[in-house]
Structures are given as C-alpha cells and as structure tokens.
C-alpha cells in the first residue's frame, strides 16, 4: 500500500509540474514565434526567374536572396558580370530587407532628404537599386536584388519581374 502511494505521490507531482508549466506558455503564447521565411526553393525560383528576366533583355547580371533574418540563402551569378556586383547585389538585398523598401526608393529619399542621407555609412546597407523586398501576406520575409545588368532601374525590373511570376498574389 505504501509504494502505490509513493507512485501516487509522485505521479501527483509530475502532473503538477507539467500543469504548471502548460499554464506558463498558454498564459505567454509570444514566447515562440512562428514567422513565415524563404526557402531554398523559393530563393532558387525567384532566382532562375529573375535571371530569365534580365536575360530577355539581353542584360547579365548576379542575383541574391536573402531570407527575414538577412542571411544569405542563394547566388547566382552569369559568367561575365564584373565581381563587384556580387557582393553588391547581396548587399542591396540585405537593404531591402532591412529597411523594408525597395533599395532604389531608399536611395531616392536619402538624396533628397538630409535626415536620411546618413544612411550611407551604415556598413551594410547600400543606397543603389536593384534590391526588393519579398513579401508574403503583410510579413517581409526576404529580399532579392540583382546587379550588374546595366543600372538601378534595370537590376530592380529584372527583380519584380521575377516577383510577378513566382510570388504574384504575395505582394
């Protein structure tokens, strides 16, 4: 009789912890966020369909995708695009991410508005078109950006093209 109460006992505590802390995380349900991200999948769909898109219009150029947390997730680049726009379309990217702007907007308002002009030493932001948030639903859960294909209005084309195909009810 003893040690069916010490099982008991026991047992009693356990579904008490366990209670205890079921009532913590329903009483703190923001505790573990859910976020919608980009894939894999979708950084190389959103990819292959902006380089298309460039390509159609004869242009070269190097393609990023970033996902929410503004890690670099794919890159792809055409064999005769000058090195530097690697790094730049990466960089665009990371600046339509983070400022939840088109990159070339964000420049735009920072030559034209001396507040934001100082964006331009923060190291990682770049104030040149070309990179686009991609949104799904009201989240921003990535950015794509291309470069090289001939200036800011042309890498950022390229871009919503791709956006338009893959992602057309997203936006």
Request: glycine share 8%; proline share 4%; charged share 20%.
């Amino acid at each position: 009789m003893k040690l069916i109460s010490n099982y008991l006992s026991k047992a009693l505590l356990a579904l008490a912890v366990v209670g205890c802390s079921a009532n913590v995380l329903a009483a703190k349900p923001n505790l573990v966020l859910q976020q919608p991200n980009v894939s894999l999948e979708l950084a190389n769909e959103l990819i292959d369909a902006t380089m298309a898109a460039c390509h159609a219009e004869g242009k070269s150029a190097v393609v990023a995708v970033v996902d929410r947390g503004g890690n670099l997730i794919a890159l792809q680049r055409d064999d005769n695009v000058g090195p530097h726009n690697t790094d730049a379309a990466v960089r665009k990217a990371f600046t339509a991410l983070s400022t939840k702007t088109p990159s070339r907007t964000l420049a735009n308002n920072a030559r034209a508005n001396p507040d934001s002009n100082n964006l331009n030493t923060v190291n990682d932001l770049l104030l040149i078109g070309g990179g686009v948030p991609l949104k799904f639903g009201n989240d921003v859960i990535g950015a794509i950006a291309a470069g090289g294909a001939g200036g800011a209005v042309q890498d950022e084309a390229c871009a919503l093209k791709a956006i338009e195909k893959v992602m057309p009810k997203q936006k």
